[in-house]
């Protein structure tokens, strides 16, 4: 029997990640991260699939596309995260859990950075733990899976 699928999205300006502001990001690159995870989900019998986007339009996409083919999805929405009322209403209709994940604590950062219009189509949020939220979301999903 095939493992089950979870979706990773990244959204815009993670691709830089490493590269700038590691005080508040972290030293990691994406694909540091994405190749933690690859390692976290076969540990936990699970699978991953990994995208990053700069574009709403695509992400969006993205989350449709997962609808029927992934069993959970973990999204760090980064800059859509207040304004993409689009982004929530294409995780509103996927039916599995989701985690939103952020690198920093946004609540302790400037108040732009919150209130998430994401949260609200989110199981649960994880942020402030770096690099290692990615992991812990996917020790969150292992456990909603039915
Ligand atoms: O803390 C997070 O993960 C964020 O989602 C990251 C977003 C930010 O807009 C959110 O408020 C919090 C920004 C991602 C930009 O990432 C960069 C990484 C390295 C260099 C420049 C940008």
Redesign the pocket.
């Given at each position: 029997m095939s493992l089950p699928l979870i979706a990773i999205l990244n959204?815009?300006?993670?691709n830089?990640?490493?590269?700038?502001?590691p005080e508040?990001?972290g030293h990691e690159t994406l694909g540091d991260i994405e190749t933690a995870c690859q390692a976290a989900a076969a540990a936990l019998g699970m699978a991953v699939e990994c995208r990053q986007s700069n574009c709403e339009g695509t992400l969006v996409t993205w989350v449709q596309e997962a609808r029927h083919r992934t069993a959970g999805l973990i999204i760090?929405?980064?800059?859509y995260?207040t304004c993409s009322v689009a982004l929530l209403d294409a995780l509103l209709a996927y039916p599995g859990p989701v985690v939103e994940?952020?690198?920093?604590n946004?609540h302790r950062?400037e108040a732009f950075?919150t209130p998430s219009l994401i949260s609200r189509a989110a199981q649960g949020v994880i942020?402030g733990f770096g690099a290692r939220g990615y992991g812990l979301a996917l020790h969150a999903l292992a456990g909603l899976l039915p």
């Open positions: 959204g815009p300006n993670l830089l990640l490493g590269q700038r502001e508040i990001y760090n929405p980064a800059g995260t994940v952020h690198l920093s946004i950062r950075r942020c």
